[in-house]
């Protein structure tokens, strides 16, 4: 299908732009650390720890890319979307404890000042500037989903630090102020602690499956009501199955209809779902009694089970 070709082709592309971001990332980490220690610049060691975090967004980037497109298994019916979140999570609270040794290392270079060497640290930071723009440039070309998207804005965030730093040298290199250097690394900390804070939020909703960020439950409810034949819907749930994919389970009442009118229902509510909310996995279970919610759905029938619950 020609479709599906194009999309194969697409993750290529995205997969070989993030390749080649990862490993470029990882040269300007080393290059931070050694020229930080040599330099004796914090600010450089903090930006070596905020581009950690721009290799971690990265890298779960390509893994999201490359799973997706993994089939589901016998033993893994819903895929390998939760592995992406799960490191998501973990990378997080990592970066967590960096931003606070951040903190230490600053508010100790504020009490015993340590000279630093401006220049170093302007054309270091010039070359992450450049780096930073050049990966935030590619990213911008490849396809436009939500996942690139926030890869995108990653870097173009850190490309804005990172020109701080060459003011912060520029002020040093004029001034003599060595105290800029741990400010701006006081800085750098609070945009680390910031995103994390925000990959850990996300992360642990889904994993909770809480429901997904910016659903509004009972809009979802009311529009599915709204479609002809559909008389209630109760013990509706919507949770996240990665970061981009969501599911829905729920019980609706129908008349006492023939399979075939229905199926009509069903198709307009997947049709209503899907259009309106991004939801393509969908377990909708028809009744056409009135359902008491008690763990689930359970709706008292006789001894002879003359009630039925239609699946589908």
């Not at 016998?74 to 990378?91: D, E, M």
């Not at 508010?107 to 723009?133: F, H, I, K, Q």
């Not at 040093?172 to 400010?183: F, H, K, N």
């Not at 800085?187 to 509004?216: A, C, H, K, Q, Y």
Request: charged share 15%.
């Amino acid at each position: 299908m020609p479709h599906a070709h194009s999309g194969d082709l697409n993750d290529a592309k995205t997969s070989r732009v993030l390749r080649i971001s990862l490993g470029v990332t990882v040269l300007y980490i080393v290059l931070l650390v050694v020229m930080g220690i040599r330099s004796h610049s914090l600010a450089l060691l903090s930006e070596a720890g905020h581009n950690l975090s721009d290799f971690l967004a990265l890298l779960l980037t390509w893994v999201a890319v490359y799973v997706q497109s993994r089939p589901p298994s016998a033993t893994k019916t819903f895929g390998y979307q939760r592995a992406g979140v799960l490191a998501a999570f973990i990378n997080a609270a990592s970066l967590v404890l960096i931003a606070f040794f951040i903190f230490y290392e600053a508010g100790r270079r504020l009490y015993a000042p340590s000279d630093v060497e401006p220049r170093t640290m302007m054309w270091v930071a010039a070359c992450g500037v450049v780096m930073n723009g050049a990966i935030a440039l590619m990213l911008l070309r490849t396809r436009r989903d939500l996942n690139i998207r926030s890869a995108f804005l990653h870097e173009l965030g850190d490309t804005l630090s990172t020109a701080a730093v060459i003011v912060g040298g520029w002020v040093i290199l004029e001034t003599g102020q060595s105290w800029v250097d741990p400010a701006l690394s006081f800085g750098i900390g609070v945009l680390v602690l910031w995103s994390s804070f925000g990959v850990i939020r996300d992360s642990l909703n889904i994993l909770l499956e809480g429901t997904p960020r910016g659903m509004n439950v009972q809009r979802l409810a009311e529009r599915m009501c709204s479609i002809d034949g559909v008389i209630d819907v109760h013990d509706l749930h919507v949770w996240s199955l990665g970061s981009e994919t969501h599911a829905l389970s729920c019980h609706i009442r129908i008349a006492d209809l023939r399979a075939s009118e229905s199926e009509a229902i069903l198709k307009a509510v997947n049709e209503a779902v899907a259009h309106d909310f991004h939801i393509h996995h969908t377990t909708i279970q028809f009744e056409h009694e009135v359902c008491e919610v008690a763990h689930g759905c359970v709706i008292p029938v006789s001894h002879a089970h003359d009630h039925t619950h239609d699946h589908a």
